[in-house]
């Protein structure tokens, strides 16, 4: 559940919190740890502990555990490494360049923050200068020197930023674009776009009173006939002096800019415009903080929910702006653009009320790919500006396209449809030109996992990359010789970075290791910056040149923290017996595991949040507290068990969807082989076994308790959806469609709708501030059981707390409720 999980913070809470001890490449590591895991799982005994955890310092301000370094980038000259850190309940952060080859990490201060190199930016196409907006600013690097020009100086800031063909720069600010001559320093307005009706100018008399008003007063007719001079001497002399800025635009007053994108050569601009009526919310949209700061209760704003967030697509417009012509973008072009792509639910659900449902095709609600973690435009232009080539997604979630656009006819062409019967997924939808030809490059799901394609305009696309594991984050070389990327090749949950030859297809293995990682290549492609955690080490950087050894970069992990013998979970295959093939998740052991004692263990299964979102792999968890927490429920005695659960990222397209119109139904089934795993290989007693998670996690604590009762004798459900119809509608939607549509299937997921299921003990706790699953979902849950009449359920709430808790005391207090229920029900 991505979207639970950005707004949540966890999935920047994937913690980079870092380990001490220098390593290097081992070309056997990956091998021999991918042979074992081939193996039957055989459990490892745990460490054992000399000192007790406590839920004290676990759920304690996590600066103990040391700062980590957030947000790292290269430096332009690829010789270091700048990234910020903060501490928890710190409001600012602090800034620092690494040295790649030797020296310490500095500290920017505060009047050297304008000097340094700015992740994000732009080249020019001869790759000599940078263009980059700071603090809202434009300035431009020449690279060869290093100087830096700051461009403007203003309070309203530069929206976006691109080198044109001509080496000038062009900016924009709203819907205003602007161009500095580099030869001059001229800023010439290329476009002045006003979402309004254009003015009708001097206007003759059209009613039989203004028609006699200026007839009978020479005084009124005199000024009639100056102001038609005017304007004609005003219009005339726009075409022929050159220092007059171009024509205002005026598109309509009906409609807001989404998105602009300008063309290399300054020529075109392509506009996304929105229904100006659409809001991400109504006034009724609002979220009570009963400790507002003046005393009294604050209505904040907050979302849509998706019942009724009526999302109503984006038009595409082609501005020329040599010949001032404004062209309509029609779909026509892009396949299926019209088909009934769920007539098959419709009649479902009609059939359900007693009503039948007629197919008929009508064009679809169409939007820019909206991808929940690419930082690229949706509108991709070559290099001269020739071509442009744009990512369409329905708002129905059922097919991406990719389609060129004619700049002469304003047609779309499909270049490449992806089409999904449930949903395409918000992730793996990177594209882009190869430089100077007419071949694009792009990731898709279309086989089952994501992997690069390549295809040149008019011809079949080539897989680059092939194979039962998904393909993520990638990067054209500086020389676009190659294309690197991140993939799960050796073990779903375990990544390294490769590239792949773009001519002859040759695959390269660039890191070996045992975890999980995120990569960066450096500007001159010489070397990757490596974001990389184990299981009991958080994520640490790391330098590995191409072809060279890997080198750690940075070591801020508390000696408190690197010293303590965490043990390490076992990642194991869970064989599922619902068809679902293996299901991994990650295992602890008690303390003095022994599996063949009389008396069985107990045990508890925690649930991830997010749906969308891998946790049982190789890497340090972003859910660090919970793995402090099962390190802590091992030495009292319990087997723990993280669960990737149908659904899950990380397993490919069918994993992903198998959810799909049935939420917390197959994933109950995955919980349920999890605990005869549990009995069958960790001696658990299934009767003495309990569950909890938050956000998505807490509604599939609320599934499995309402629909099979005797799996769990006990479940915590934090922050919880229990009813879908009252989340988002861009995470909603592309599971389960819209209310209006597809009632079955929101009847059937939402745990309101089971809660007569409940017989085993249950605690729900919620965030009254919680902007992402509103508190409102519980009271409405917990009224619901009054009015059933169970008694088996306690709530607590937390005042002053959003989805992710920020007090350590809320985090306490929440942790020690749930310790308290499973030494109460399941000892």
Same mark, same amino acid.
């Given at each position: 559940?991505?979207?639970?999980?950005?707004?949540?913070?966890?999935?920047?809470?994937?913690?980079?919190?870092?380990?001490?001890?220098?390593?290097?490449?081992?070309?056997?590591?990956?091998?021999?740890?991918?042979?074992?895991?081939?193996?039957?799982?055989?459990?490892?005994?745990?460490?054992?502990?000399?000192?007790?955890?406590?839920?004290?310092?676990?759920?304690?301000?996590?600066?103990?555990?040391?700062?980590?370094?957030?947000?790292?980038?290269?430096?332009?000259?690829?010789?270091?490494?700048?990234?910020?850190?903060?501490?928890?309940?710190?409001?600012?952060?602090?800034?620092?360049?690494?040295?790649?080859?030797?020296?310490?990490?500095?500290?920017?201060?505060?009047?050297?923050?304008?000097?340094?190199?700015?992740?994000?930016?732009?080249?020019?196409?001869?790759?000599?200068?940078?263009?980059?907006?700071?603090?809202?600013?434009?300035?431009?690097?020449?690279?060869?020197?290093?100087?830096?020009?700051?461009?403007?100086?203003?309070?309203?800031?530069?929206?976006?930023?691109?080198?044109?063909?001509?080496?000038?720069?062009?900016?924009?600010?709203?819907?205003?674009?602007?161009?500095?001559?580099?030869?001059?320093?001229?800023?010439?307005?290329?476009?002045?776009?006003?979402?309004?009706?254009?003015?009708?100018?001097?206007?003759?008399?059209?009613?039989?009173?203004?028609?006699?008003?200026?007839?009978?007063?020479?005084?009124?007719? =005199?000024? *009639? +006939?100056?102001?038609?001079? $005017?304007? %004609?001497?005003?219009? &005339?002399?726009?075409?022929?002096?050159?220092? #007059?800025?171009?024509?205002?635009?005026?598109?309509?007053?009906?409609?807001?800019?989404?998105?602009?994108?300008?063309?290399?050569?300054?020529?075109?601009?392509?506009?996304?415009?929105?229904?100006?009526?659409?809001?991400?919310?109504?006034?009724?949209?609002?979220?009570?903080?009963?400790?507002?700061?003046?005393?009294?209760?604050?209505?904040?704003?907050?979302?849509?929910?998706?019942?009724?967030?009526?999302?109503?697509?984006?038009?595409?417009?082609?501005?020329?702006?040599?010949?001032?012509?404004?062209?309509?973008?029609?779909?026509?072009?892009?396949?299926?653009?019209?088909?009934?792509?769920?007539?098959?639910?419709?009649?479902?659900?009609?059939?359900?009320?007693?009503?039948?449902?007629?197919?008929?095709?009508?064009?679809?609600?169409?939007? =820019?790919? *909206? +991808?929940?973690?690419?930082? $690229?435009? %949706?509108?991709?232009? &070559?290099?001269?500006?020739?071509?442009?080539? #744009?990512?369409?997604?329905?708002?129905?979630?059922?097919?991406?396209?990719?389609?060129?656009?004619?700049?002469?006819?304003?047609?779309?062409?499909?270049?490449?449809?992806?089409?999904?019967?449930?949903?395409?997924?918000?992730?793996?939808?990177?594209?882009?030109?190869?430089?100077?030809?007419?071949?694009?490059?792009?990731?898709?799901?279309?086989?089952?996992?994501?992997?690069?394609?390549?295809?040149?305009?008019?011809?079949?696309?080539?897989?680059?990359?092939?194979?039962?594991?998904?393909?993520?984050?990638?990067?054209?070389?500086?020389?676009?010789?190659?294309?690197?990327?991140?993939?799960?090749?050796?073990?779903?949950?375990?990544?390294?970075?490769?590239?792949?030859?773009?001519?002859?297809?040759?695959?390269?293995?660039?890191?070996?290791?045992?975890? *999980?990682?995120?990569?960066?290549?450096?500007?001159?492609?010489?070397?990757?910056?490596?974001?990389?955690?184990?299981?009991?080490?958080?994520?640490?950087?790391?330098?590995?040149?191409?072809?060279?050894?890997?080198?750690?970069?940075?070591?801020?992990?508390?000696?408190?923290?690197?010293?303590?013998?965490?043990?390490?979970?076992?990642?194991?295959?869970?064989?599922?017996?619902?068809?679902?093939?293996?299901?991994?998740?990650?295992?602890?052991?008690?303390?003095?595991?022994?599996?063949?004692?009389?008396?069985?263990?107990?045990?508890?299964?925690?649930?991830?949040?997010?749906?969308?979102?891998?946790?049982?792999?190789?890497?340090?968890?972003?859910?660090?507290?919970?793995?402090?927490?099962?390190?802590?429920?091992?030495?009292?005695?319990?087997?723990?068990?993280?669960?990737?659960?149908?659904?899950?990222?990380?397993?490919?397209?069918?994993?992903?969807?198998?959810?799909?119109?049935?939420?917390?139904?197959?994933?109950?089934?995955?919980?349920?082989?999890?605990?005869?795993?549990?009995?069958?290989?960790?001696?658990?007693?299934?009767?003495?076994?309990?569950?909890?998670?938050?956000?998505?996690?807490?509604?599939?604590?609320?599934?499995?308790?309402?629909?099979?009762?005797?799996?769990?004798?006990?479940?915590?459900?934090?922050?919880?959806?229990?009813?879908?119809?009252?989340?988002?509608?861009?995470?909603?939607?592309?599971?389960?469609?819209?209310?209006?549509?597809?009632?079955?299937?929101?009847?059937?997921?939402?745990?309101?709708?089971?809660?007569?299921?409940?017989?085993?003990?249950?605690?729900?706790?919620?965030?009254?501030?919680?902007?992402?699953?509103?508190?409102?979902?519980?009271?409405?849950?917990?009224?619901?059981?009054?009015?059933?009449?169970?008694?088996?359920?306690?709530?607590?709430?937390?005042?002053?707390?959003?989805?992710?808790?920020?007090?350590?005391?809320?985090?306490?207090?929440?942790?020690?409720?749930?310790?308290?229920?499973?030494?109460?029900?399941?000892?």
């Amino acid at each position: 559940m991505t979207s639970l999980l950005r707004n949540s913070g966890l999935s920047v809470l994937a913690i980079a919190i870092l380990s001490g001890c220098a390593v290097t490449d081992s070309n056997n590591q990956t091998d021999s740890l991918a042979n074992n895991l081939a193996a039957s799982p055989v459990l490892a005994t745990p460490p054992k502990v000399n000192e007790q955890l406590t839920l004290k310092q676990i759920m304690a301000n996590p600066d103990w555990m040391g700062l980590q370094a957030k947000g790292a980038y290269w430096s332009d000259d690829s010789q270091s490494v700048y990234f910020a850190r903060q501490a928890h309940n710190s409001a600012t952060r602090d800034y620092y360049k690494q040295p790649v080859l030797q020296g310490a990490a500095s500290k920017l201060t505060l009047d050297q923050l304008h000097l340094a190199d700015q992740k994000r930016g732009v080249l020019s196409h001869d790759s000599k200068r940078k263009a980059y907006i700071y603090q809202g600013n434009l300035f431009v690097k020449e690279l060869a020197t290093g100087k830096v020009s700051q461009l403007t100086r203003q309070n309203d800031a530069i929206d976006g930023v691109r080198f044109l063909s001509s080496g000038d720069i062009a900016f924009w600010q709203g819907e205003d674009i602007f161009r500095i001559h580099q030869d001059s320093g001229m800023i010439e307005q290329l476009a002045n776009i006003k979402m309004a009706k254009k003015p009708e100018g001097v206007k003759d008399p059209d009613s039989y009173i203004a028609k006699q008003q200026h007839r009978l007063i020479k005084y009124v007719a =005199l000024q *009639q +006939d100056k102001a038609k001079q $005017q304007q %004609a001497y005003k219009q &005339q002399l726009e075409k022929v002096d050159p220092t #007059i800025a171009s024509k205002t635009w005026y598109l309509g007053d009906s409609e807001v800019v989404s998105d602009l994108s300008l063309s290399p050569n300054g020529r075109y601009i392509v506009l996304s415009l929105i229904n100006k009526d659409y809001s991400w919310r109504a006034e009724h949209d609002i979220m009570p903080n009963y400790l507002g700061q003046q005393g009294y209760v604050d209505a904040v704003p907050a979302r849509a929910r998706v019942a009724e967030d009526k999302a109503p697509g984006e038009r595409l417009v082609l501005l020329d702006l040599k010949t001032h012509k404004k062209t309509d973008i029609t779909i026509e072009g892009l396949t299926g653009f019209d088909e009934d792509v769920l007539a098959t639910v419709k009649q479902e659900n009609a059939k359900a009320i007693g009503e039948k449902y007629k197919s008929e095709t009508t064009p679809r609600k169409l939007q =820019l790919m *909206q +991808d929940w973690g690419w930082s $690229q435009s %949706a509108i991709q232009w &070559q290099t001269d500006g020739s071509e442009v080539a #744009i990512m369409l997604e329905a708002v129905d979630n059922k097919d991406r396209w990719i389609a060129t656009l004619n700049l002469d006819k304003g047609t779309l062409n499909t270049e490449h449809r992806l089409h999904d019967s449930a949903w395409v997924n918000y992730n793996f939808n990177q594209f882009g030109w190869l430089p100077n030809s007419e071949s694009l490059y792009y990731l898709s799901e279309e086989t089952g996992y994501s992997h690069i394609y390549l295809k040149q305009q008019g011809e079949e696309a080539e897989p680059l990359t092939q194979g039962q594991f998904v393909v993520s984050d990638i990067t054209l070389g500086p020389k676009a010789e190659f294309i690197y990327y991140k993939a799960n090749k050796s073990h779903p949950g375990i990544d390294n970075v490769y590239r792949v030859n773009i001519t002859t297809g040759k695959d390269e293995q660039l890191t070996q290791w045992d975890g *999980q990682l995120d990569y960066e290549l450096s500007p001159d492609g010489s070397y990757l910056l490596l974001n990389a955690s184990r299981r009991t080490e958080p994520a640490e950087l790391f330098i590995k040149p191409i072809g060279g050894q890997r080198k750690q970069l940075t070591h801020y992990t508390s000696e408190e923290f690197q010293n303590y013998p965490w043990q390490a979970p076992e990642v194991v295959a869970v064989p599922s017996t619902h068809g679902a093939g293996e299901v991994y998740a990650r295992v602890f052991l008690p303390q003095g595991y022994d599996k063949n004692r009389a008396e069985k263990y107990p045990a508890v299964i925690f649930n991830h949040g997010a749906g969308y979102l891998q946790n049982a792999h190789y890497g340090f968890s972003g859910y660090f507290r919970e793995f402090m927490f099962h390190n802590l429920l091992t030495q009292q005695g319990y087997v723990v068990m993280d669960m990737d659960y149908r659904g899950s990222k990380g397993y490919g397209r069918d994993w992903r969807t198998a959810v799909y119109r049935n939420m917390g139904h197959p994933e109950v089934e995955d919980l349920k082989d999890g605990v005869s795993w549990m009995a069958a290989n960790a001696n658990v007693d299934t009767d003495k076994v309990g569950t909890y998670g938050g956000s998505y996690g807490g509604f599939l604590t609320f599934m499995a308790l309402f629909t099979e009762p005797e799996l769990f004798q006990a479940g915590a459900a934090l922050r919880p959806v229990t009813d879908w119809a009252h989340y988002n509608a861009p995470y909603t939607s592309n599971i389960l469609n819209t209310p209006d549509v597809d009632a079955i299937a929101y009847e059937r997921s939402s745990p309101i709708e089971h809660a007569q299921g409940l017989e085993k003990p249950l605690l729900i706790m919620s965030g009254v501030l919680d902007d992402n699953v509103f508190f409102q979902d519980s009271v409405r849950l917990v009224q619901r059981l009054i009015e059933l009449e169970k008694p088996m359920f306690e709530t607590a709430i937390y005042p002053v707390e959003p989805h992710g808790f920020k007090q350590p005391s809320s985090w306490l207090d929440e942790y020690r409720r749930i310790y308290k229920l499973f030494e109460q029900e399941l000892k």
